[in-house]
């Protein structure tokens, strides 16, 4: 079955580690995506990607970085810069980065990340 | 006016309920719209697209006004799996969406 993996679905760390969420997909899609979500509060974009070996920022992609050195991977790093880092991250793909209603997100399972 | 704006509720209906919830979209170039479902703790999952002569799939019906910048979905007949909240999300230019923070729909029996 296709889809994206998202591992693992819960993580711990202390402050100050650096720490790196996995994202794969076999759905054979173009962009991929980083998303966190705090309580009560929408989806945020960390980064994209719209195709191999390139990437962009989003709305708050500070503390974070991204490689996309494959098609089906996209792995999210969680630096120590990162000031709230605590937080739901989900991983989504779709088949194109046009934006089109023929291309909506697909969500892996998302990481629980707690630093304290 | 916030890019994305959804009344977060929540939507307190018996089961066998109609309900229906608007969202309002500050950017008139937007050109793709979803809504979306997330239940507790889970990723969302899409509900259905939204297309600018309205589209329905089975008890859920979505509308698009570009006019009032706005979208909509209609749930009939509610059933007690339908409670969940239902993101609004719209995109704000070339490959990215902006999420609405989500109306929530309690049905109960």
């Known amino acids: 079955d296709g889809g994206i993996t998202q591992s693992p679905k819960y993580l711990f760390r202390k402050e100050g580690q650096n720490v790196t969420l996995s994202c794969e997909q076999n759905?054979?899609?173009?962009?991929m995506y980083w998303y966190r979500q705090d309580p009560g509060q929408g989806l945020r974009l960390i980064y994209y990607?719209?195709?191999?070996?390139?990437?962009q920022k989003g709305d708050i992609a500070e503390g974070y970085s991204v490689s996309r050195e494959k098609k089906e991977s996209f792995p999210l790093t969680v630096t120590s810069a990162q000031k709230n880092p605590t937080a739901f991250y989900l991983c989504?793909?779709?088949?194109?980065?046009?934006?089109?209603?023929?291309?909506?997100?697909?969500f892996g399972n998302g990481t629980r990340l707690t630093v304290t | 006016r916030k890019e994305v704006e959804q009344d977060p509720g929540p939507f307190n209906v018996p089961e066998g309920a109609t309900v229906a919830f608007n969202c309002t979209y500050s950017n008139s170039a937007s050109q793709s719209f979803f809504w979306y479902r997330q239940d507790c703790r889970k990723e969302p999952k899409l509900l259905m697209s939204v297309y600018s002569s309205g589209n329905e799939d089975g008890r859920f019906t979505a509308q698009l006004n570009r006019a009032s910048q706005y979208i909509s979905l209609l749930i009939r007949d509610s059933k007690l799996s339908d409670s969940a909240t239902y993101l609004c999300?719209?995109?704000?230019?070339?490959?990215?969406?902006?999420f609405g923070k989500g109306t929530m729909l309690l049905v109960s029996p």
């Open positions: 999300v719209v995109n704000k230019g070339y490959s990215t969406l902006t």
């Open positions: 990607s719209q195709i191999v070996n390139d990437f």
């Open positions: 989504a793909s779709s088949i194109d980065s046009g934006g089109s209603n023929n291309s909506p997100l697909h």
């Open positions: 759905l054979n899609h173009d962009a």
